[in-house]
C-alpha cells in the first residue's frame, strides 16, 4: 500500500482518487478551490463521446481556421501573446494537421473511448451513484457541408465495423424532430448526419460532487487538502513532498491531474507539458413544457457547438479561443453563441434564462492525453484531456492505478505518454 497524493479536483482528479483507492492505496486529494469541479469540470458539454472522438488537429484545418478568424460567429478566436508557449504549442498543432497523424491518433483515442466506457459502467454500478442526470441517447454529429458529409461518410464504410449509421436529411429528421423547425424557417441548412447509438450524456458537475462524497467514505481516503500546489521537493531525483501555500505533503508518490494548472506544477521540476487551453463557452438553459429541445445528443460539425438535454436543461457548448489563460466570459462569444443556437433550435429551451460559462479545456497540440510515468521517479501525469476529460477520466484513472499498482496498462500507451 502508498500513500500517493493526488493534485486536481476536477473529473480527472477525483476519478484518479477514487481508482487508486480501489487499488488499495491511501490518497489525498489537493485542490486549490473551495469546492471540486470549480473548472472545466463545471459546465462542460456533458456528451460522453466515446467513438466520436477526431482530434483537432487535422488535413485541412489550417485553411479552415483562417475562415473561422474571419467569420464573426466562427468556432475559433485567436489572440496572438508574447508567449513562447503559445507559439510553440501552435507549431506542434501545425506538425500534427496531417492526415496520418490524425488517423494515428484517432485510432489510440477510440480504444481509450471504449476502455474508459467500460470503467465508467464499473464505477457506476459499484458505487451506485444517482441523479447526475445520466441518459444513453445516442450522438448525432449533423453536417452542413455536402463534401464534409460525404467524406465521414466514406470513412465509416471503410471502417466496416461499429454501430455508427449515415443518415440522409430526411433520416436525421426522423431521428430528431427537433431539427424541423430551423430547416422549415431557413435557419439550418443539412446535409446529413452520423449517429452513434451508445453515446451518452450527463452532468458532470453533479457527478464529481456525487464522487468526492463517495471518497469522503472511503477507508482508505485521508481527506481533502484545500491549497494551492506550488512546488514539489526532489531528493536524490525523486519527488518526495508537495509544497503548498499551505503546508508541505509526503507522500510515496504524486499525480498531477490539475488542469491547465498542471503545467506551472511540472516545470518546478524541469518538466515541459505541451498543454495549451482552449477557452470554450457554454449556455445552460432552462427547458419548460413549451419546448422542444433535441432527445439524442447533437454536435453541429461545422460550427463546432453540442447540444445536450441534461435534466431539464439544455447545455449548449462550443467556441475554441486560444487566448492565453483568459478565464472572462466575453459578452461577444455569447452573443455569437446565442445567434447560432436560436437559429439551430429556436424551440429548445428558454434561452433568455440562459447562464453562461467559459472554461480552459487543456490540450496537446495531437489531441491525446499524457499518461503515466514522467521522467522524474514518484511523480505520475493525468493531463491534457482536452474537451473530451468526462470521457476519457474513467479510463485514464483506471490506467494510472494500474501503472502505479506495478501492473502492465490496460491498454497499449503508444502516442499517450509524455513525449
Given at each position: ?7 486536481g ?12 483507492l ?13 469546492e ?11 456528451q460522453l463521446?466515446?467513438?466520436?472522438v ?12 483562417l475562415k473561422w478568424?474571419?467569420?464573426?460567429d466562427g ?6 501573446e ?18 496520418p ?11 481509450l473511448?471504449?476502455?474508459?466506457q467500460a ?30 458529409f ?5 470513412r ?15 433520416e ?25 447509438p451508445?453515446?451518452?450524456v450527463?452532468?458532470?458537475n ?10 469522503r ?17 526532489r ?10 501555500d499551505g ?7 504524486f ?8 503545467r ?6 524541469g ?6 487551453p482552449?477557452?470554450?463557452?457554454s ?11 433535441p432527445?439524442?445528443s ?7 457547438i453540442l ?7 439544455l ?16 459578452p ?7 445567434r447560432s ?6 424551440l ?15 490540450a496537446?497540440p495531437?489531441g491525446?492525453p ?14 491534457g ?6 470521457t ?9 492505478a ?13 502516442g499517450?505518454?509524455?513525449p
Amino acid at each position: 500500500m502508498k500513500h500517493i497524493v493526488v493534485i486536481g479536483g476536477g473529473v480527472v482528479g477525483l476519478t484518479t482518487a477514487w481508482s487508486l483507492l480501489e487499488a488499495g492505496h491511501q490518497v489525498t486529494l489537493v485542490e486549490r478551490e473551495g469546492e471540486v469541479a470549480s473548472g472545466a469540470s463545471h459546465a462542460n458539454g456533458g456528451q460522453l463521446s466515446y467513438r466520436y472522438v477526431s482530434p483537432l488537429a487535422d488535413e485541412g484545418v489550417p485553411f479552415k481556421a483562417l475562415k473561422w478568424l474571419f467569420d464573426p460567429d466562427g468556432p475559433l478566436r485567436f489572440r496572438p501573446e508574447a508567449s513562447w508557449q503559445q507559439w510553440s504549442w501552435l507549431l506542434s498543432f501545425l506538425r500534427a494537421c496531417r492526415g496520418p497523424v490524425n488517423r494515428r491518433t484517432t485510432a489510440r483515442l477510440l480504444a481509450l473511448g471504449a476502455y474508459s466506457q467500460a470503467v465508467f459502467a464499473d464505477l457506476v454500478r459499484s458505487t451506485r451513484l444517482q441523479a447526475f442526470e445520466l441518459r444513453t441517447p445516442g450522438k448525432l454529429v449533423v453536417y452542413r457541408q455536402p463534401e464534409e458529409f460525404a467524406r465521414a461518410a466514406e470513412r465509416l464504410r471503410l471502417q466496416g465495423s461499429g454501430t455508427e449509421q449515415a443518415l440522409s436529411l430526411s433520416e436525421c429528421m426522423r431521428l430528431e424532430p427537433a431539427l424541423e423547425p430551423a430547416l422549415t424557417h431557413g435557419g439550418a441548412v443539412l446535409a446529413g448526419g452520423i449517429f452513434t447509438p451508445a453515446e451518452a450524456v450527463a452532468d458532470c458537475n453533479k457527478f464529481c460532487q456525487q464522487l468526492a462524497a463517495r471518497l469522503r467514505e472511503h477507508g482508505l481516503f485521508r481527506g481533502f487538502v484545500q491549497a494551492t500546489a506550488r512546488s514539489f521537493e526532489r531528493r536524490q531525483g525523486r519527488a518526495v513532498s508537495l509544497h503548498t501555500d499551505g503546508d508541505s505533503l509526503s507522500a510515496d508518490d504524486f499525480v498531477i491531474a490539475a488542469g491547465l494548472q498542471s503545467r506551472a506544477l511540472a516545470a518546478t521540476l524541469g518538466l515541459s507539458l505541451p498543454i495549451y487551453p482552449l477557452k470554450g463557452y457554454s449556455l445552460t438553459a432552462p427547458i419548460g413544457p413549451q419546448h422542444r429541445p433535441p432527445v439524442v445528443s447533437v454536435t453541429d460539425f461545422e460550427k463546432k457547438i453540442l447540444y445536450a438535454g441534461i435534466g431539464d436543461r439544455l447545455r449548449v457548448a462550443a467556441m475554441v479561443d486560444l487566448v492565453g489563460d483568459d478565464t472572462r466570459i466575453d459578452p461577444g462569444r455569447i452573443a455569437s453563441l446565442q445567434r447560432s443556437v436560436r437559429a439551430t433550435f429556436p424551440l429548445a429551451a428558454d434561452y433568455d434564462q440562459a447562464s453562461a460559462w467559459a472554461g480552459l479545456r487543456p490540450a496537446t497540440p495531437s489531441g491525446a492525453p499524457i499518461l503515466g510515468a514522467s521522467p522524474v521517479p514518484g511523480l505520475w501525469l493525468n493531463v491534457g484531456h482536452g474537451a473530451l476529460g468526462f470521457t476519457f477520466a474513467f479510463g485514464s484513472a483506471s490506467i494510472l492505478a494500474s501503472l502505479i499498482s506495478g501492473r502492465a496498462s490496460p491498454i497499449p500507451l503508444d502516442g499517450l505518454q509524455l513525449p
